[in-house]
């Protein structure tokens, strides 16, 4: 059974720091593409950050270019998301995709609420 189980997420004041873990079991990690999407309220999902299956490639939004960063442990099956700087517009909910290429294997975590607030 395919599982991506986000945590890490919460309530925190701008400026500050937040690091996202998506633990994944059910599927061979190391073959799939990892990202985060964030959907905020009234609005559609969208990318934030993608890594490779290798890990050598990495791909940001523009808007959290220099503040987030993504990476991942296939020893661990986990990506993570190291978000800094946080703002209130990264006010969302934060979602795990795994994705193989050339395939319609495409899965997603439950969610992770992220609150940026003062």
């Known amino acids: 059974q395919v599982q991506l189980v986000e945590s890490g997420g919460g309530l925190v004041q701008p400026g500050g720091s937040l690091r996202l873990s998506c633990a994944a079991s059910?599927?061979?990690?190391?073959?799939?593409?990892m990202s985060w999407y964030r959907q905020a309220q009234g609005n559609e999902r969208e990318l934030v950050a993608r890594?490779?299956?290798?890990?050598?490639?990495?791909n940001y939004a523009n808007s959290v270019k220099g503040r987030f960063t993504i990476s991942r442990d296939n020893t661990k099956n986990t990506v993570y998301l190291q978000m800094n700087s946080l703002k209130p517009e990264d006010t969302a909910v934060y979602y795990c995709?795994?994705?193989?290429?050339?395939?319609?294997?495409?899965?997603w975590g439950q969610g992770t609420q992220v609150t940026v607030s003062s």
């Open positions: 995709n795994a994705n193989r290429q050339f395939t319609n294997q495409n899965y």
């Open positions: 890594i490779s299956s290798g890990g050598r490639n990495t």
């Open positions: 059910g599927f061979t990690f190391s073959l799939y593409a």
